[in-house]
């Protein structure tokens, strides 16, 4: 019993996997709380299927390679992050609306492309996500993604949550409320980008949401969202790495799903919020 579990510790490709759980999750699970406070679990999705369109462009000009997806899905998701954020600002219609238009347009022609380039077998990974087969040079690239994402958040703290409760008065005490909303908008595009050999472009949208909403079913504490998000995500995908290998089963589907579970349970027996206690008050 003891051998079966220590045995995903003895393969180096394994350790790559766990560690590279463990700073995706604690970086998504910080980053998450700003989706959750914002309510922009909607337009973050839409970008998550924008990173599709951005890699058929990469494979298109220089093959289907770990570098060229990243830079691909980084660059679509920013010109369709950012651009609809351009587009609210200077027409009448709302970010939500623009945001719909570009992602559904960038998404059609990146599933006519990849068809085109016939290359639908490969793709499985960059959907799904194989974090079994990090690199050392994968997981340092993450590191730094990690330090850099977390660094800037935790620095702008306070004048981002600011902007995000009460942009008017943020304005009124000199805070650069647009340049922030665009940063924390890049920000969080990286971060999406950083889970994708994790959990692909289609399940990465629950490890950026999941952990910050779980906990905040738990707490009325805005302070809370952010590292507990953070222990819970690096917590839970670390343990679905674990039982993804254990059980046979996928790691990428397998974090998304742990959380999922986690989640259930919050909702069900939170003290305050859960379903169970408000139905016996």
């Known amino acids: 019993m003891i051998d079966w579990l220590l045995e ?10 766990i560690l590279a759980a463990l700073l995706i999750g604690i970086t998504n699970g910080y980053a998450s709380a700003f989706v959750v406070l914002r309510k922009s679990a909607l337009k973050v999705g839409s970008l998550s299927h924008a990173l599709l369109p951005g890699i058929a462009v990469a494979i298109l000009i220089a093959g289907l390679h ?8 980084l660059f679509a998701a920013l010109l369709i992050g950012l651009g609809s954020l351009a587009v609210a600002r200077g027409s009448r219609l709302d ?3 623009a945001l719909a238009i570009l992602y559904t ?3 059609s022609g990146g599933i006519i ?15 799904f996500g194989n974090i079994m087969g990090m690199t050392d040079k994968d997981l340092w690239t993450n590191f730094w993604i990690s330090a850099g994402a977390l660094g800037i958040l935790t620095a702008l703290h306070r004048p981002l949550l600011m902007t995000l409760f009460d942009a008017e008065v943020a304005t009124t005490l000199g805070v650069p409320v647009r340049i922030l909303n665009y940063l924390l908008m ?6 999406l980008i950083s889970s994708l050999q ?9 490890l950026l949401v999941t952990p ?6 738990l707490t009325d504490s805005t302070e809370a969202l952010f590292w507990g998000g953070a222990l819970l995500g690096g917590l839970a995908s670390t343990f679905a790495v674990l039982a993804g290998w254990w059980l046979d089963v996928e790691q990428g589907p397998a974090i998304v799903l742990t959380l999922g579970a986690v989640f259930l349970i919050a909702f069900l027996f939170s003290p305050k919020y859960g379903v169970i206690r408000k139905r016996r008050s």
Request: hydrophobic content about 55%; glycine content about 4%.
């Open 8 to 17: 995903p510790f003895e393969h180096s490709f394994n350790q790559r996997a």
């Open 66 to 73: 770990d570098w060229s997806a990243f830079l691909g899905s």
């Open 95 to 97: 970010q939500d609306s």
């Open 105 to 107: 347009a960038a998404f």
């Open 113 to 127: 492309l990849l068809r085109r380039l016939n290359v639908t077998q490969e793709m499985e990974s960059w959907l």
């Open 186 to 191: 890049a920000v969080l595009i990286i971060v």
């Open 198 to 206: 994790a959990v692909g472009c289609i399940l990465a949208l629950g």
């Open 212 to 217: 910050a909403a779980t906990i905040y079913l």
